[in-house]
């Protein structure tokens, strides 16, 4: 691990040699915009918003050997950070994917699943859809497995009526079923 650190920092020091730390981190470290993770602090392609998987995130699996030296890890870097034009990294999404990760405790709405446990992406599903006038309030937000997403609107387009709520919570239960069931 100390290893990939030093080389991350020299690399990102290099184009800034009279920057000090406290800069860079700034600069390339952001938190975790999926909100799976409270991390404050994850290597952050500022063009595209992308982030760096934290090794501690993948679970170890025993009896294989890291490589440290045959590593894509530099070819990676070159990539996040050979793009000249930077835009603002989106903290908004950030902050409302951690809020709502934290309002939620870690589970699926859905499901009632970690959002934590999956290699799925996540997305923000509105309760009251858009098209009905749904907004964008902490309230009206859940943040959901992409295939539960699917499965909710594939029962409940978001332009067909708006459900009840002994609907949705049976829907729920057909979601959590297809989860145990592994069919989802
Ligand atoms: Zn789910
Ligand atoms: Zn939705």
Known sequence: MNYIWGRIYRYLRR???????KWIKRQYFKPDKTGQSMDKWILTDSVTGNQLKKMAWTPIVRHQQVKYNYSPFDADLKEY???RDRNKFDLNNVAY???L????????????????????GLETHHILPVVKGG??????LQLV???CHIEYH??????GDVPTPS??????????????????
């Not at 907004?135 to 009206?140: A, F, P, R, S, V």
């Open 101 to 120: 990760a934290k309002k939620q405790k870690c589970v699926c709405p859905m499901c009632g699943m970690s959002i934590t446990d999956f290699e799925e």
């Open 81 to 83: 950070f050979n793009k």
């Open 15 to 21: 184009p800034h040699p009279q920057k000090g730390w």
């Open 167 to 184: 609907e949705i919570a049976k829907c729920h239960k057909g979601i959590k079923g297809k989860r145990l069931a592994g069919t989802l």
């Open 135 to 140: 907004t964008g309030t902490y309230k009206n």
């Open 145 to 147: 497995h992409i295939s």
């Open 97 to 99: 994917r951690q809020k």
């Open 154 to 159: 594939r029962v409940f387009p978001a332009k």
